[in-house]
C-alpha cells in the first residue's frame, strides 16, 4: 500500500502543469499584478496627483490628507485581511477574491476620471482617500485569496513551485507601469502628461481588469474547499476560531514574527530602500537609477520560481531563514560597496572628511517622518536634516546640558562652525562642504547610464550585480512564503488566518521600513545605519522561525482535513 502511494505521490509531482492549472495561476496572479501596477503608479505619479487635489489647500488641510491617504496605502491592508479573509472561509476563495479585485480595479479606474480639486473642491481629495480605503481593503483579502486558491489547486509537493509565479507579479507590476508611464509621456509630450495625462495609466488599468475578472469568473472552486463544504467541517465564525483560541492565534503571531516581518523588510530593502538609497544618498539621477533597478530585476526575477520549487525539494524554512540570515548578514558590505560604485567622490569624501554638529541632545527629535507631515523646527533638526540630504557622514559633539538651541552649528573638517540659525546657513553650509572636498552637484564621478544597453562598463555592471544579489535575497524570502503560510493552517481558516500576519509584515514592519530608516540615518549621521533596522528584524526571524516555526514541505493539506485534525497541530 505504502509503495503505491509512494509511486503515485512521485508521479503527481513529476507530471505537467495541466492547462487548468495554468489558468489557475494566470487567474489569480493578475490581480497581484493588479495591485503593484497601482502601487507603482501612485509611487510615480505623486506628484502630480498630488497638484491636482491637494495643493489649493492649506498646508494643515494637505498633511491630514496625505496621512490618510498613506494610511490607505498601509494601515487599512490588515483590516481587508481580517474582512475578506472572513468572507473567503466561509463562502470560498472564488468568490471573493473576484470581489476583491473588482473593488481594486475599480478603485483604480475612477481615480483616473475622478475630477480635481479645482472642480469640485475638498469633494476630490475626500473621494481620492475614499477610494484609496476601498482598495486598501480590497487589497488585503486579494493576495490572501490568490496564495491559498493556487496552493488548494496544487498537487501535494509542488505547492511551492506553483505559488511562486504568484510573488513574481510585483515585478510585471512594475514593468507593466513604467511602460504605461513612458509611453503615455512621449506620445502626448510632458506638458499635456501634467495637465491630464497622468489619468491615461488609471484608465488603461481598466483592460488588465476586464481580462482578470473574464478569467476568473471561468475558474472554478478549490478542491479544498469544496471538499470541506462538502463534508460539512467548515468554520462557522472563522474570526473567532482563528484568533479567539490561542491554540490557532498562536501560529498567526508566529507566522508574522518567524516569516512575514523579515522577509517584509528584506524585500522592501532589496527594492525599494535600495531604490531610495541609489537616488536621494548616492545621488544618481532617476533615469540611471531606474535602468540599474530593472535590471535587476530582470536578471533576478527568475528566482522566485527557483526558489519556489527549491523549497518543495529542500522545505521552505531553510530558504526563507537562509535568505533573512544572508541580508542581514551582507547588508553593510553590499551598500558599502554601492556607494564606492555609484559615487566615489561621495565615498572618499565620507571616509576623510570630519563633520560634526555642535549641540546640546536634547535638544535633537527623532526625525520620524512616515507620511512626509511633520515639521522638525529646532536648530539641531534643521542641522541633521540639512547634512542628510547631502549624504554627509557627521557625529554629534555634545555641549554643556543646558546651551541655548540657538548655539547648534556645524563644523567641517575642524574649522569654524557655521551655526544653523545663521539667516545664509544652507549657502555657508553648502560652500564649506564643497571646499573641504564633498563633491558638487555636477559631480563626475557619479554613474550615469546613456541608455537601457549602457551595462558593459565597470561601474553599471557591479552596480548591477550588487542590485540583483539584493533581488536574488528578495526571491528567497518571498518565493516560498505563500506555500509556507498556506500550509500552517487548516483549510476550514486558512485565508482568514495567512492574510493577517502576511499584511501586517508587508504593510507595517515593511511599509514603515524607508521612513524609519531615514530617521535613523539623520539622528547618527551615518548613512549606513538605517539598514540596522531590517537587519534586526531579520535576524530575529531567524531566531524565532528556527525554533517555533515547523517544516510544512510534506504536509497533505488535504489529508489533514479528512482526518480530521488540525494542519497547525501536525508538527514536522
Not at 509503495?3 to 490581480?31: D, Q
Not at 482598495?135 to 496564495?147: K, R, S
Amino acid at each position: 500500500m505504502s509503495a503505491t502511494y509512494s509511486t503515485s505521490a512521485a508521479a503527481e509531482r513529476n507530471r505537467p502543469m495541466t492547462r487548468e492549472e495554468r489558468k489557475v495561476i494566470l487567474g489569480s496572479s493578475l490581480g497581484t499584478v493588479f495591485e503593484w501596477y497601482d502601487f507603482y503608479l501612485y509611487g510615480s505619479l505623486a506628484g502630480l496627483i498630488g497638484t491636482h487635489f491637494f495643493s489649493q489647500y492649506p498646508e494643515g488641510t494637505r498633511n491630514i490628507f496625505a496621512l490618510l491617504t498613506f494610511a490607505a496605502g498601509f494601515l487599512v491592508r490588515p483590516f481587508g485581511a481580517i474582512v475578506f479573509g472572513r468572507i473567503g472561509d466561509l463562502v470560498g476563495r472564488k468568490y471573493t477574491f473576484l470581489v476583491t479585485i473588482l473593488i481594486m480595479g475599480a478603485s483604480t479606474f475612477i481615480v483616473g476620471l475622478l475630477p480635481g480639486s479645482e472642480t469640485i473642491g475638498i469633494l476630490a481629495p475626500i473621494l481620492l482617500i475614499v477610494l484609496r480605503c476601498l482598495q486598501g481593503l480590497a487589497l488585503g483579502g486579494e493576495y490572501g485569496g490568490a496564495a491559498t486558491y493556487v496552493a488548494e489547486h496544487a498537487p501535494n509537493g509542488r505547492r511551492g513551485f506553483y505559488t511562486s509565479f504568484i510573488q513574481i507579479t510585483a515585478t510585471a507590476g512594475l514593468f507593466l507601469s513604467l511602460l504605461v508611464i513612458l509611453g503615455t509621456r512621449t506620445w502626448i509630450g510632458e506638458a499635456e502628461f501634467a495637465a491630464w495625462g497622468w489619468r491615461i495609466p488609471f484608465l488603461l488599468s481598466v483592460v488588465l481588469l476586464g481580462i482578470s475578472v473574464w478569467i476568473r469568473t471561468t475558474l472554478h472552486e478549490s478542491p479544498a474547499f469544496k471538499k470541506m463544504k462538502e463534508e460539512g467541517t467548515s468554520s462557522k465564525a472563522p474570526l473567532s476560531e482563528a484568533f479567539g483560541q490561542w491554540k490557532n492565534a498562536k501560529w498567526a503571531l508566529l507566522a508574522l514574527l518567524g516569516l512575514t516581518m523579515g522577509q517584509a523588510v528584506v524585500w522592501y530593502t532589496g527594492q525599494f530602500y535600495a531604490l531610495f538609497f541609489l537616488g536621494s544618498i548616492l545621488k544618481v539621477d532617476g533615469a540611471t537609477t531606474n535602468l540599474l533597478i530593472a535590471w535587476s530585476l530582470l536578471l533576478g526575477s527568475g528566482g522566485f520560481v527557483l526558489f519556489g520549487w527549491l523549497s518543495d525539494k529542500i522545505g521552505r524554512k531553510p530558504i526563507i531563514l537562509g535568505g533573512c540570515l544572508l541580508a542581514a548578514l551582507t547588508y553593510f558590505p553590499l551598500f558599502k560597496l554601492l556607494t564606492a560604485e555609484a559615487n566615489p567622490a561621495l565615498h572618499q569624501a565620507q571616509q576623510t572628511i570630519p563633520v560634526q554638529v555642535l549641540t546640546d541632545p536634547s535638544t535633537c527629535s527623532f526625525q520620524f517622518n512616515p507620511v512626509g507631515t511633520a515639521r522638525f523646527t529646532q536648530p539641531c533638526d534643521i542641522a541633521k536634516a540639512a547634512l542628510a540630504r547631502a549624504s554627509v557622514q557627521y557625529s554629534v559633539q555634545a555641549l554643556p546640558a543646558g546651551t541655548p538651541a540657538s548655539e547648534t552649528a556645524i563644523r567641517i573638517n575642524n574649522g569654524t562652525p557655521i551655526r544653523a540659525t545663521d539667516p545664509t546657513f544652507a549657502q555657508q553650509l553648502s560652500a564649506g562642504l564643497t571646499s573641504a572636498g564633498y563633491p558638487a552637484a555636477s559631480n563626475p564621478t557619479v554613474v550615469k547610464m546613456s541608455g537601457p544597453f549602457d551595462i558593459f562598463r565597470e561601474q553599471p555592471a557591479v552596480l548591477i550585480g550588487v542590485l540583483t544579489l539584493l533581488v536574488i535575497y528578495v526571491t528567497m524570502v518571498y518565493g516560498p512564503i505563500a506555500a509556507a503560510l498556506v500550509e500552517l493552517f487548516p483549510t476550514r481558516i486558512r485565508y482568514t488566518s495567512m492574510s493577517l500576519p502576511y499584511h501586517i509584515g508587508n504593510g507595517w514592519f515593511g511599509g514603515l521600513l524607508p521612513a524609519t530608516s531615514l530617521a535613523m540615518v539623520a539622528q547618527t549621521g551615518d548613512i549606513y545605519f538605517g539598514l540596522w533596522y531590517p537587519i534586526v528584524i531579520a535576524l530575529a526571524t531567524v531566531v524565532i522561525g528556527a525554533i517555533f516555526i515547523p517544516e510544512t514541505k510534506d504536509r497533505d493539506i488535504f489529508e489533514a482535513e479528512e482526518s480530521g485534525t488540525n494542519a497547525t497541530s501536525a508538527r514536522a
